[in-house]
């Protein structure tokens, strides 16, 4: 097999730039070609920059500035009230300034038959609607979500598209002001898209721990080929979880809201796994490799990334 020169490989960052840059940040040099670098940049960490969980919680603790909400992905982050009045009613992030707040979509909103609630569509979804609206939708009970009377006369249009006459009975217009406040619920994927990007962090540290010798070995060519082609381990190679990894954590309480990441091999066992929580929310659970076939070795470490010192401290 011929070898790269080592022009053709690049740095490294274990946990993405993009969730914040640390004064001792953890690196890998001449493990990851340029190609790859370039691959998971364009298609694994954009997205989970920009379309996950993770991504708004990026906006939350100001490790991206407030004006970055724009560049959310819709398709993959969705934003709805959770109580009151307006329960489930569809909204986006903006920004005001360095402030984050939340102001409605247009969308029209449908009582259900059997008086238990409300169904939204928005404009753009209904605009694509083909076929019947579900069974469970009342037509004759129907609220337009919109911010200026172009936007409720365009609402109005694609009712009559699906045979629907809008008797205005309730005003719908919504500010920014009037959905400011209150809980609002996050949406989002967790494919393997997601999951590949997280394993890349995962299997990282194992290279930053371990060297990138021992990652080399056939024992990692499942994982490996999962972050690099999506191709799946033929085991149960992960898990998801609201366990945090500190051991004074609880489901409510947190220490920290830095990353954590943490590998272990146990003595006695051939399992290598990895843990991974981004501002230490979810804990996602990786087995690096399905039967270790090398001699033991005190594979154990783990890192604080602190968002709020932007330092990196290592795990006791």
Request: glycine share 6%; hydrophobic share 35%.
């Amino acid at each position: 097999m011929n070898e790269l020169p080592l022009k053709a490989f690049t740095k490294e960052h274990v946990v993405p730039q993009a969730f914040g840059t640390f004064e001792n940040n953890l690196t890998l040099v001449n493990c990851v070609c340029g190609d790859c670098n370039q691959f998971f940049g364009d298609f694994l960490e954009s997205i989970l920059a920009e379309g996950s969980f993770e991504a708004v919680r990026r906006l939350d603790y100001k490790v991206k500035p407030a004006k970055n909400a724009k560049y959310l992905r819709k398709e993959r982050v969705q934003f709805s009230l959770s109580g009151g009045k307006w329960a489930d009613l569809i909204v986006k992030l903006q920004n005001d300034d360095d402030d984050l707040f939340v102001s409605p979509v247009p969308q029209i909103r449908f009582a259900k038959r059997d008086g238990s609630g409300w169904i939204h569509f928005t404009e753009s979804e209904l605009a694509k609607f083909s076929g019947p609206l579900p069974p469970e939708v009342d037509t004759k009970r129907i609220v337009l979500i919109f911010d200026s009377e172009n936007t409720k006369d365009r609402l109005i249009q694609i009712l009559s598209k699906h045979d629907i006459e809008y008797q205005e009975d309730e005003e719908g217009f919504l500010s920014k002001e009037k959905v400011k406040e209150g809980w609002v619920t996050v949406e989002t994927q967790i494919d393997d898209v997601i999951l590949r990007c997280i394993a890349k962090i995962a299997f990282n540290y194992l290279a930053k721990t371990a060297g990138d010798d021992f990652v080399l070995k056939d024992d990692f060519d499942s994982i490996r080929s999962y972050v690099r082609y999506g191709t799946r381990p033929n085991y149960k190679f992960f898990k998801i979880s609201n366990y945090p990894i500190l051991a004074y954590d609880t489901l409510t309480y947190r220490q920290t809201n830095g990353h954590l990441v943490t590998v272990n091999w146990p003595p006695n066992s051939n399992k290598i796994v990895s843990q991974v929580s981004l501002f230490n929310h979810r804990t996602y659970h990786f087995r690096l490799t399905k039967d270790f076939s090398g001699l033991w070795r005190n594979i154990r470490s783990g890192h604080h990334f602190s968002i709020e010192r932007k330092r990196i401290e290592p795990l006791y």
